[in-house]
């Protein structure tokens, strides 16, 4: 008998210049009255008084507004413990740290979430993950998928150019994550899930036949990052989203002296994999050129020695989880890439 599966996916999604003036409309259309406001720290105050103006104009009320600087499990705990229990919806505003916090309290409320971010730095904003610190280091753990996204194209293309890099390093991850869960297929027989392997791979070919930082390019990689979260939501794991490039960067974020924004670390890492994978390296680098990329990292590079640590401690980030990484000892090709890789010598000073 075929069992129907469930997948959770946001029923409210826009993507659009202007979103952000319309969530009051968006929050009264779903019947939201009263709700509860997770932002960043440093959002520029301009913004936070478009989100709460529009919904001041559409009678929601907001019971309470907080600034999120930690996104420690303890402290994410308490903030569900002191929410209000009569609120309808709970949003998040700005960027990670944010909406990392908002979604958690939300999943611990079992109340509908709405993301709202500022900016494209990662996939976080539509995943069903939270990334918190437990005892100083950062764990992705169970979450919900939001209700909602609401992506104004126009405030992500006026954040800072770093973090549009970031979300193209992120982006490019489903390469060699797709490449890896294969990998892991043949040789622990780790399923795959066919339409979230397809629907990763896809997400990215959108974005990647049109990578430019205008409006319509921020439309297009704010829903490739977006269909991204829907296939972890499909499998059910974050496979289709993160592998062994994903671990080096846990490594990096739990030794380096100085971790850097997620998808930097995630990106260049990414383009290390593909040359021990020996697939789409040329396309990676290629989309790396046209975006300016390896000129952002080139500008503020990484430290060779920590590079090479975090990839020797990479394996044992999380248990079970077969990469490219574990198929052989690959710190002697590794060590020769950041040295002689023309692209990774740029990256590395
Ligand atoms: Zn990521």
């Given at each position: 008998?075929?069992?129907?599966?469930?997948?959770?996916?946001?029923e409210?999604?826009?993507?659009?210049?202007?979103?952000?003036?319309?969530?009051?409309?968006?929050?009264?259309?779903?019947e939201?009255?009263?709700?509860?406001l997770?932002?960043s720290?440093?959002?520029d105050?301009?913004?936070?008084?478009?989100?709460?103006?529009?919904?001041?104009?559409?009678?929601?009320?907001?019971?309470?507004?907080?600034?999120?600087?930690?996104?420690?499990?303890?402290?994410?705990?308490?903030?569900?413990?002191?929410a209000?229990?009569?609120?309808?919806?709970?949003?998040?505003?700005?960027?990670?740290?944010?909406?990392?916090?908002?979604?958690?309290?939300?999943f611990?409320?079992?109340?509908?979430?709405l993301?709202?971010?500022t900016s494209?730095?990662?996939?976080?904003?539509?995943?069903p993950?939270?990334?918190?610190?437990?005892?100083?280091?950062?764990?992705?753990?169970p979450?919900?998928?939001?209700?909602?996204?609401?992506?104004?194209?126009?405030v992500?293309?006026?954040a800072?150019?770093?973090l549009?890099h970031?979300?193209?390093?992120?982006?490019v991850?489903?390469?060699?994550?797709?490449?890896?869960?294969?990998?892991?297929?043949?040789?622990?027989?780790?399923?795959?899930?066919?339409?979230?392997?397809?629907l990763?791979?896809?997400?990215?070919?959108q974005f990647?036949?049109?990578?430019?930082?205008?409006?319509?390019?921020?439309?297009?990689?704010g829903?490739?990052?977006?269909?991204?979260?829907?296939?972890?939501?499909i499998?059910?794991?974050?496979r289709p989203?993160?592998?062994?490039?994903?671990?080096?960067?846990?490594?990096l974020?739990?030794?380096?002296?100085?971790?850097?924004?997620?998808?930097?670390?995630?990106?260049?890492?990414?383009?290390?994999?593909?040359l021990?994978?020996?697939?789409?390296?040329?396309?990676?680098?290629?989309?790396?050129?046209?975006?300016?990329?390896?000129?952002?990292?080139?500008?503020?590079?990484?430290?060779?020695?920590?590079?090479?640590?975090?990839?020797?401690i990479?394996?044992?980030m999380?248990?079970?989880?077969?990469?490219?990484?574990s198929s052989?000892?690959?710190l002697?090709?590794?060590?020769?890439?950041?040295r002689?890789?023309?692209?990774?010598?740029?990256?590395?000073?």
């Amino acid at each position: 008998m075929l069992i129907p599966r469930q997948t959770a996916i946001p029923e409210l999604v826009r993507v659009k210049p202007g979103a952000l003036d319309r969530i009051g409309i968006y929050a009264g259309r779903n019947e939201f009255t009263r709700v509860v406001l997770f932002f960043s720290q440093g959002l520029d105050d301009r913004l936070l008084a478009r989100l709460t103006g529009s919904l001041r104009s559409k009678n929601v009320q907001v019971l309470q507004q907080m600034q999120i600087e930690s996104v420690s499990f303890e402290e994410v705990t308490e903030l569900f413990r002191q929410a209000p229990r009569n609120a309808d919806a709970i949003i998040g505003f700005g960027g990670g740290k944010a909406l990392d916090v908002a979604k958690y309290v939300a999943f611990l409320s079992r109340l509908p979430y709405l993301s709202v971010p500022t900016s494209l730095s990662n996939d976080g904003f539509c995943s069903p993950q939270s990334s918190l610190t437990i005892a100083e280091r950062r764990y992705p753990l169970p979450s919900a998928m939001p209700f909602g996204v609401i992506l104004d194209t126009a405030v992500c293309l006026d954040a800072p150019e770093i973090l549009w890099h970031s979300g193209v390093g992120d982006l490019v991850s489903k390469f060699t994550a797709v490449t890896d869960w294969k990998l892991a297929f043949h040789a622990q027989e780790t399923p795959v899930d066919d339409f979230a392997a397809l629907l990763s791979d896809a997400s990215v070919y959108q974005f990647v036949a049109r990578p430019k930082r205008d409006l319509d390019g921020m439309r297009l990689l704010g829903t490739a990052l977006l269909l991204n979260g829907i296939s972890m939501s499909i499998c059910g794991s974050s496979r289709p989203a993160s592998g062994s490039e994903h671990l080096i960067s846990h490594a990096l974020d739990s030794l380096s002296k100085r971790p850097r924004l997620h998808g930097l670390q995630v990106g260049v890492a990414t383009y290390l994999i593909s040359l021990l994978q020996n697939q789409n390296s040329r396309r990676i680098a290629a989309l790396f050129d046209a975006t300016g990329f390896w000129q952002a990292i080139a500008s503020d590079p990484f430290d060779r020695a920590e590079w090479l640590e975090a990839a020797r401690i990479a394996p044992t980030m999380k248990s079970d989880f077969y990469t490219v990484l574990s198929s052989r000892d690959c710190l002697p090709e590794i060590e020769t890439a950041l040295r002689s890789d023309p692209n990774l010598r740029l990256c590395f000073g």
